[in-house]
């Protein structure tokens, strides 16, 4: 409890909500995010809607996924941005030497800074509940689900953003920190398909053995796509990634945990880890 | 007491601070002075935890804050030349931010904002946005933001610097204040007549190494072999007889006839000067002003730190 407080009373989140909501940035960035996700959300009903006035099941579902998925992507492109200029801007302003000699600890500084960016987050999602709420209007979707599904898109914004957090910390201009970090990002999500699948299939050709495309192929699970897909999938009963980890000789499917479960708590601990990693590279005086 | 041992600090090969020994009294106003590049920010950083020693030992009520950093957060304010400040933020947020940083009960801190701004004259900018003030007003705020822990010593790395004559006024009535309040100060700049009124010590430092510490008046009795003495007469009267006395004598020399005075350098002893005043009179010169001339903390300074440039050239 007393942590939880501590984490709350942060001076640095109350310091960083007040200077972010002080200026006209945030509300057009927001505003962008609504404009985004609503236009995509109209797109689709019009298009799956067709020219027929009959009900169709299948429309909520599939809004509500392309809603879910215009937020991760989103959310993808702008949690690294805002979390890989944390440190290094701070760097930049000359501040960044009178933060390091209080007596907050380094720890307690990047959670500050992590847990302002989540704070923006959660106001987005907050946001974006009316455009959700064409969904529920055509039902399909329990509140349930859709809660669920946002505290999974919390754990994977926690861990892109202790990424973004990382960078900034090692890197003296935040300019450096956002394109590392995006590149980062892209060659874990798109790039980690190709070099996974094709590392795998080369070495199990050249070592005529199913055990190392086994071994990679189990690690498409902690995809950021693959999950994505897992979520959306668990939600119609099914789990494509066990039914891809049965293919490459691993049995994992049942009806309660899914690979979007796991990953929350992977997104979780790489994020802990992340967070501790920049904590060590912010501290100034170090015993020789 | 604050004791500097045998402080060593090195980038890459280059040594910045090479065995630096000091010792600043317990509420004294420090003098750090020093060429450009002689270590004095290095060794302020190291003081304040921001860079690691490479060797040697900081004594702060003592305790080793090199070994025990985790100590320099409660003893130490400091405030460095340059630094920036938060946009869209008011001065009493930007210090109550502070003030949480350093872990001041959050009921304590309205009453803790009142009183720094007071000290530093700030009150009725309490509410004004910190990047709407004008630099000497930043200055004296980042002064207050030093000042949120009540820390026993402040560094203040130029806190003059780029100041108009007036706020450098008001930041040296300030730092008067502090000292009466029983703060340790050290502070270093490169305007040495103001040191030189401000301090009651001086270390002056040059390639890392101390060159001289100690009250200004031992660092200046120590630096003058000799005593200097003007001559004034009444408008200006009588100075080459002056120069042909003082010739005459063996215990003087460097004898140099100004428009409006003439200076000399003394080795003899009182009674020798006392028949040398009235042999001037004597042979009636209109004498005004017979004293001796104190030499500054800029003489000291460019004797210490010249050596050095002159053997490198």
């Given at each position: ?11 640095i ?9 002080r ?23 019009g298009s799956v ?20 998925g ?5 959310l ?5 941005i805002?979390?890989s200029?944390?440190?290094?801007g701070e760097?930049e ?8 000699i209080?007596k ?19 106001i ?19 509140v ?15 861990m ?30 798109i ?25 990679f192929?189990?690690?498409f ?28 000789g ?8 899914y ?11 790489i ?18 | 007491?604050i ?9 890459g ?5 090479d065995?630096?020994t ?9 003098g ?46 400091y ?59 930043k200055q ?10 009540d ?9 003059a ?31 040495l ?45 009588g ?26 350098s ?45 053997e490198?050239?």
């Amino acid at each position: 409890m007393n942590k939880i407080k501590t984490l709350l009373n942060n001076p640095i989140v109350k310091r960083e909500i007040k200077q972010t909501f002080r200026k006209a940035k945030i509300f057009w960035i927001m505003a962008a995010y609504l404009f985004a996700l609503a236009g995509v959300s109209s797109v689709v009903l019009g298009s799956v809607g067709g020219s027929s006035n009959a009900y169709d099941p299948v429309l909520p579902s599939v809004m509500y996924f392309v809603i879910l998925g215009m937020q991760m992507l989103l959310l993808t492109l702008i949690v690294p941005i805002t979390t890989s200029t944390a440190i290094s801007g701070e760097k930049e302003r000359q501040t960044f030497d009178l933060l390091i000699i209080t007596k907050t600890s380094m720890y307690d500084i990047i959670m500050g800074k992590m847990l302002s960016s989540l704070m923006i987050v959660c106001i987005m999602i907050v946001l974006s509940m009316p455009v959700y709420a064409v969904v529920f209007y055509y039902g399909g979707v329990s509140v349930l689900q859709f809660l669920l599904n946002q505290i999974y898109m919390l754990c994977y914004v926690a861990m892109i953003g202790s990424l973004g957090i990382v960078f900034s910390s090692v890197m003296k201009k935040s300019t450096a920190a956002s394109i590392a970090t995006i590149a980062l990002i892209f060659a874990i999500t798109i790039g980690a398909w190709m070099f996974i699948g094709m590392v795998g299939l080369m070495l199990s050709a050249i070592f005529r053995t199913k055990t190392l495309l086994k071994i990679f192929g189990s690690l498409f699970i902690f995809n950021p796509i693959v999950s994505f897909i897992s979520m959306i999938d668990s939600q119609m009963g099914s789990d494509i990634s066990w039914d891809l980890l049965d293919e490459i000789g691993f049995s994992f499917e049942n009806d309660f945990i899914y690979c979007w479960h796991i990953n929350m708590i992977v997104y979780i601990f790489i994020s802990h880890l992340l967070i501790k990693l920049a904590a060590k590279k912010i501290a100034p005086v170090r015993k020789k | 007491m604050i004791q500097i041992e045998n402080l060593t600090k090195y980038y890459g090969k280059f040594k910045a601070v090479d065995g630096l020994t000091l010792e600043i009294p317990d509420g004294s106003v420090f003098g750090f002075v020093g060429p450009n590049g002689a270590g004095k920010t290095t060794t302020m950083k190291i003081m304040a935890g921001l860079l690691s020693a490479s060797g040697g030992r900081i004594t702060i009520d003592g305790v080793d804050i090199i070994e025990h950093p985790e100590f320099i957060g409660d003893k130490v304010g400091y405030m460095p030349d340059f630094f920036g400040a938060y946009d869209n933020l008011r001065a009493d947020e930007y210090l109550e931010f502070y003030a949480g940083m350093y872990k001041v009960p959050a009921d304590e801190q309205p009453r803790l904002i009142d009183d720094l701004l007071e000290l530093v004259d700030l009150t009725e900018k309490k509410y004004a946005y910190v990047d709407s003030l004008s630099r000497g007003m930043k200055q004296r705020l980042c002064l207050a933001r030093s000042l949120v822990h009540d820390p026993a010593l402040l560094i203040l790395d130029e806190p003059a610097s780029g100041l108009d004559p007036r706020a450098r006024f008001e930041m040296k009535e300030i730092l008067k204040q502090l000292k009466d309040l029983g703060k340790t100060v050290i502070i270093s700049s490169h305007i040495l007549p103001e040191l030189a009124e401000m301090c009651t010590h001086v270390g002056i430092i040059d390639h890392g190494v101390v060159k001289a510490t100690g009250s200004i008046n031992e660092i200046m009795q120590n630096m003058q072999k000799e005593q200097v003495f003007s001559i004034k007469t009444m408008e200006n009267q009588g100075f080459d007889r002056i120069r042909e006395i003082l010739l005459e004598l063996p215990f003087t020399s460097d004898i140099s006839v100004h428009t409006d005075e003439v200076v000399f350098s003394y080795r003899g002893d009182k009674e020798e000067l006392s028949r040398l005043v009235g042999n001037i009179v004597a042979k009636g010169i209109p004498l005004v002003s017979f004293a001796e001339k104190q030499g500054n903390l800029e003489d000291v300074f460019m004797e210490l730190t010249g050596d050095e440039e002159n053997e490198q050239n």
